[in-house]
């Protein structure tokens, strides 16, 4: 079974930097899009980023658009989010996802179908 791993989260002052990493268990696996998405406390699941196979269309929300840089190293299995100018309101926990094929809608969460456990994130002001 496909299992997505999360790493890199912690604890950073308002506008520091964090690299997250997720990678896949299973070396056959090849995700045509991965997504990040997060989580704070009494919100919903929202959108952070995606990204096609060969990183040829990246997706990101607003909110981290010019702060976070979506990229994936298919040798490795692994993809990445680069986290810049953090702002407290960037607290959350981080999940990675995938799925096998492309999607018209990359920035919803019901169209990945492997989850990671998630990554704690969390920026003191």
């Known amino acids: 079974q496909v299992q997505l791993v999360e790493s890199g989260g912690g604890l950073v002052q308002a506008g520091g930097s964090l690299r997250l990493s997720c990678a896949a268990s299973?070396?056959?696996?090849?995700?045509?899009?991965m997504g990040w998405f997060r989580q704070a406390p009494g919100k919903e699941r929202e959108f952070v980023a995606a990204?096609?196979?060969?990183?040829?269309?990246?997706y990101y929300a607003d909110s981290v658009t010019g702060r976070f840089t979506c990229s994936r190293d298919n040798a490795k299995n692994t993809m990445y989010l680069q986290m810049n100018s953090l702002r407290p309101e960037d607290t959350a926990v981080y999940y990675c996802?995938?799925?096998?094929?492309?999607?018209?809608?990359?920035?919803?969460?019901?169209?990945?179908?492997?989850w990671g456990q998630g990554t704690q994130v969390t920026v003191s002001s």
């Open positions: 996802s995938a799925r096998s094929g492309a999607t018209d809608t990359p920035r919803i969460a019901n169209e990945y179908v492997y």
């Open positions: 299973e070396r056959t696996f090849r995700p045509y899009t």
């Open positions: 990204i096609t196979w060969s990183g040829g269309s990246i």
